[in-house]
């Protein structure tokens, strides 16, 4: 968006008092604008805010800004919130190193630092050099790295950047051995890899965007090209593209030894067609394996001839497929891993081994198998938490890992295939222990009877008593999983004596696509119920009350924080809605909102699916005269996957409808997107103006 700032101003109507301040909003214009959908009228007085390149639009942003940093900058012990954050994020993280070409290649922060720096060494405990440090390419840290790749001759490093948030990506190349950058220099890149073949590398691009939409028009025609280094982007080969199908994404992967490419197609956000080519073939055509976009294709690697596939084919839990390259057809494929109770969530080959990482009421189980497919044995890990799998080279006996936990920052280890001993390799040192904090995880009964899983994370010895301030976290979308990880905000919010509770909705993949499946169209109202229930259990079982919960979600997690506190306002005291997807009948009209119609469908799609949308809609389910919880919506002005204006309507909604005491208001931050390489710097801000509001609404005083 153009020309928005943030201002913290005085001279404001907001007059402050202990108990309930009452706000004086901005005026927001109303126009006649109306949508009729098999006959029925849908008002759309907002819609102007859709325009991210108006004056008025940009004015708006200001006033709305200008009103919520006066309320948030007076709110009491925001210093002392801003202080432990930063205490809190000041320390040392590394991600799990990999190997090229006998290097170890990792990422490192050494504790505030805006984006993580990449560096290099020779050997596993030498000297280290900085390879690139995304912190020189901008002031402010608002240029993340979004994607790297080390050639297997070690030789360059192709990494793509993001500005400010956005999806956009340039790519550039550095040559490691002399550190120059080479004038190969890629852009409008967006839902690309990079794949390393003779010389060059496969990726996946847009046509440049019209001057003025590039945050907002719908990305269509995805192309996959080769670079070769030393030439014109611009005279860059296509691939493959589907000019008939606009709507499609499209991505090139090579089998490790680069002896087969694989082409991947997309309608929505799960689900992919899977072609394959031998690359000693040049001219020779894809062979497709799946044509349809039903179910998830993923190759892992090659063992000789022979495709080893990841899929939800026929299989809701996932299962290992062998296929021979030599005949693909399906009647000569062949399981080897099938489909268990739980999930299979990644494979991969490392250590001369088939690594399987499942998820077991949603929290990692490692097996490590032959490669016939036979279980060699369990892989222990420290306790209930996550890790993304064992990272290592196919006969390397050297793997990594990371564990992390609620209340165990990122551990990384090193595995030993060979003697099937692992080693601690780092752990952070924090400014607080561990052992006082407990997981625990709990089942409850949603509205139809299902069981639901919920992590729970407080201090030690805390009390049933009905008063402990909790905050409901939840996502119910995309076959996305919730995990235990470690986050310093959510673990400064249980310092304080509050309880995070993580809710496994139905939408998510911790119980495989029929879990998904159960959270999706015209069964969406699934998720809200879960949420909803996971709020009654932790009332009724006296963990808190109704005045000391606090509710929040990003995104798909957005709209299920707004749907929920429109259909249960009095159940919430306070609604944290980040990012969120609030035109349900809108959506997919913007930048990549079209693939997520798998999981909503669109008002389009039939008058039922319309009438369903409208229900829950959380800009068009809202009603007048209704006392609302406390709300702060945040976004940014460089979201360009779920674009602002969403939290724009929403809100000027809110404000005219709410005739609560609480405040309803939004926080734009400016030169940040959807959340990916946001700075540490603008993280302890925004997470900063949560807690205080938080904390302030469930009565927490520090």
Not at 174 to 195: A, Q, Y
């Amino acid at each position: 968006m153009k020309k928005i700032l943030i201002f913290a101003m005085t001279g404001l109507t907001v007059l402050s008092c202990k108990k309930a301040p009452v706000m004086s909003y901005p005026e927001t214009r109303k126009e006649a604008v109306v949508d009729t959908f098999y006959g029925t009228p849908v008002e759309d007085p907002y819609r102007w805010l859709e325009d991210d390149n108006s004056e008025e639009t940009a004015q708006w942003v200001e006033r709305q800004n200008e009103v919520t940093f006066t309320y948030l900058n007076g709110l009491p012990g925001r210093d002392t919130i801003k202080a432990r954050l930063t205490a809190l994020m000041d320390y040392p993280k590394i991600s799990a190193p990999f190997k090229r070409a006998g290097k170890y290649f990792f990422g490192k922060n050494d504790g505030l630092q805006n984006q993580s720096v990449i560096y290099m060494s020779e050997s596993l405990h030498g000297d280290a050099r900085i390879l690139l440090d995304p912190n020189t390419l901008s002031d402010d840290g608002t240029i993340a790295l979004s994607g790297m790749e080390i050639t297997p001759d070690g030789k360059y490093m192709i990494y793509m950047i993001s500005k400010s948030g956005s999806d956009w990506n340039e790519i550039f190349v550095k040559n490691i051995e002399t550190g120059e950058i080479l004038p190969d220099h890629i852009k409008w890149v967006k839902f690309s890899s990079t794949s390393w073949y003779d010389g060059g590398f496969f990726y996946s691009c847009y046509n440049a965007p019209e001057a003025g939409n590039e945050l907002s028009k719908a990305n269509e025609n995805h192309l996959v090209k080769y670079h070769k280094l030393g030439t014109d982007p611009a005279t860059d080969p296509l691939i493959a593209s589907d000019p008939e199908h606009p709507k499609r994404n499209m991505g090139a992967g090579l089998t490790r030894d680069k002896r087969f490419m694989f082409l991947y197609k997309t309608e929505s956000t799960s689900g992919n067609s899977l072609a394959f080519k031998e690359m000693n073939k040049k001219d020779g055509p894809f062979i497709p394996l799946m044509e349809s976009f039903e179910h998830d294709f993923n190759i892992i690697d090659n063992i000789d001839d022979q495709l080893l596939v990841l899929t939800n084919y026929k299989a809701p839990n996932y299962r290992i497929l062998k296929i021979d390259s030599r005949n693909p057809q399906e009647e000569f494929w062949t399981e080897l891993v099938p489909e268990k109770e739980q999930v299979l969530r990644s494979a991969n080959l490392a250590g001369g081994k088939l690594v399987l990482n499942y998820l077991k009421d949603a929290f990692t189980h490692i097996e490590i198998c032959h490669y016939d497919g036979s279980l060699d044995y369990e892989f222990p890990l420290p306790g209930i938490g996550t890790t993304g799998g064992l990272s290592g080279d196919k006969d390397d006996p050297e793997a990594f890992y990371t564990f992390s936990s609620y209340n165990t920052p990122g551990e990384v280890y090193r595995y030993d295939f060979s003697t099937k001993e692992s080693a601690l390799h780092f752990r952070p040192e924090v400014k607080f222990n561990p052992d006082d904090f407990q997981v625990e995880q709990v089942f409850y009964t949603s509205k139809d009877g299902t069981k639901i899983p919920m992590f729970l994370f407080y201090k030690k010895g805390m009390v049933k008593n009905g008063g402990n301030p909790v905050l409901l976290y939840g996502y119910g979308g995309f076959n996305v999983s919730q995990t235990p990880q470690f986050s310093v905000s959510r673990f400064f919010f249980a310092e304080n004596g509050g309880i995070l509770a993580v809710a496994n909705l139905r939408g998510g993949g911790e119980y495989g696509e029929s879990w998904h499946k159960a959270g999706t169209k015209l069964q969406k109202q699934n998720v809200f119920d879960d949420f909803i229930a996971a709020a009654e259990y932790l009332i009724n079982n006296k963990y808190t009350s109704s005045r000391k919960l606090a509710i929040q979600g990003g995104s798909n997690g957005g709209l299920l924080v707004g749907a929920v506190a429109n259909q249960r306002p009095e159940l919430f005291k306070v609604a944290l809605p980040a990012v969120g997807v609030m035109d349900m009948l809108r959506y997919h009209k913007f930048t990549i909102g079209w693939a997520w119609a798998t999981d909503y469908g669109t008002p389009e799609e039939s008058e039922e699916m319309f009438n369903y949308l409208l229900t829950y809609s959380p800009y068009h389910s809202m009603k007048p005269g209704i006392k609302y919880p406390a709300t702060l919506v945040t976004t940014a002005d460089h979201d360009d996957r779920v674009v602002p204006s969403h939290s724009f309507k929403f809100i000027s909604r809110l404000q005219e409808y709410n005739t609560g005491k609480l405040p309803v208001l939004i926080r734009i931050e400016t030169k940040a997107g959807h959340g990916a390489g946001k700075p540490t710097a603008k993280v302890i801000d925004e997470q900063t103006d949560i807690w205080a509001f938080t904390f302030h609404h469930l009565g927490i005083t520090l």
